[in-house]
T-cell receptor, first 115, second 112 residues
Framework: GAVVSQHPSRVICKSGTSVKIECRSLDFQATTMFWYRQFPKKSLMLMATSNEGSKATYEQGVEKDKFLINHASLTLSTLTVTSAHPEDSSFYIC???????????FGDGTRLSIL | SQELEQSPQSLIVQEGKNLTINCTSSKTLYGLYWYKQKYGEGLIFLMMLQKGGEEKSHEKITAKLDEKKQQSSLHITASQPSHAGIYLCGADMSNAGNMLTFGGGTRLMVKP
């Protein structure tokens, strides 16, 4: 159980394009979803926390207009990187959990490359 | 410095050897989670520790949280090539049950 599906696994696109990444909990209801960014050989950096039906809470230094997060249902959250530039190239990972006393379960990540 | 320090940063062991990875904080850890990541992939949940002195085992992996809830260790017995990967500890450091702070990770290689 506790499977999280993230799609797409890899995206290569031109500078200025907007990219949408989906994160789905397949066999549980995710009241909270998290979006992380990971740089090469580095640990995970939390970008934002989203609760179903409410606005996401962004970490300091993360531009909310740049990284749009929608959590419209208990099984789906999306991250849209708007007008992406090469410096946005990174590995983005989502996680989900159904309650506060349960661990976060992670998707397989999305490798974003902006040319 | 990071709030959650992991050591060592990397580790190369011979197959069959035991190893230990540590995760330390100067603050109380209200929940401690161990994950494994293969390069370029997502994180696989291993174990969750919440009580001081708690110890959990799964197959050849044992995780412990000290009584003060500031230090955790992950011990692998008789390591195998399949244990290779990046081990990350994550902790709830605010008792809000919300976000996790992650350590820098330990890159483990197991030589056959």
């Amino acid at each position: 159980g506790a499977v999280v599906s993230q799609h797409p696994s890899r995206v290569i696109c031109k500078s200025g394009t907007s990219v949408k990444i989906e994160c789905r909990s397949l066999d549980f209801q995710a009241t909270t979803m998290f979006w992380y960014r990971q740089f090469p050989k580095k640990s995970l950096m939390l970008m934002a926390t989203s609760n179903e039906g409410s606005k996401a809470t962004y970490e300091q230094g993360v531009e909310k207009d740049k990284f749009l997060i929608n959590h419209a249902s208990l099984t789906l959250s999306t991250l849209t990187v708007t007008s992406a530039h090469p410096e946005d190239s990174s590995f983005y990972i989502c996680s989900a959990r159904d309650s506060m006393d349960q661990p976060q379960h992670f998707g397989d990540g999305t490798r974003l490359s902006i040319l | 410095s990071q709030e959650l320090e992991q050591s060592p940063q990397s580790l190369i062991v011979q197959e069959g050897k035991n190893l230990t990875i540590n995760c330390t904080s100067s603050k109380t850890l209200y929940g401690l989670y161990w994950y494994k990541q293969k390069y370029g992939e997502g994180l696989i949940f291993l174990m969750m520790l919440q009580k001081g002195g708690e110890e959990k085992s799964h197959e050849k992996i044992t995780a412990k949280l000290d009584e003060k809830k500031q230090q955790s260790s992950l011990h692998i017995t008789a390591s195998q090539p399949s244990h290779a990967g990046i081990y990350l500890c994550g902790a709830d450091m605010s008792n809000a049950g919300n976000m996790l702070t992650f350590g820098g990770g330990t890159r483990l290689m197991v030589k056959p």
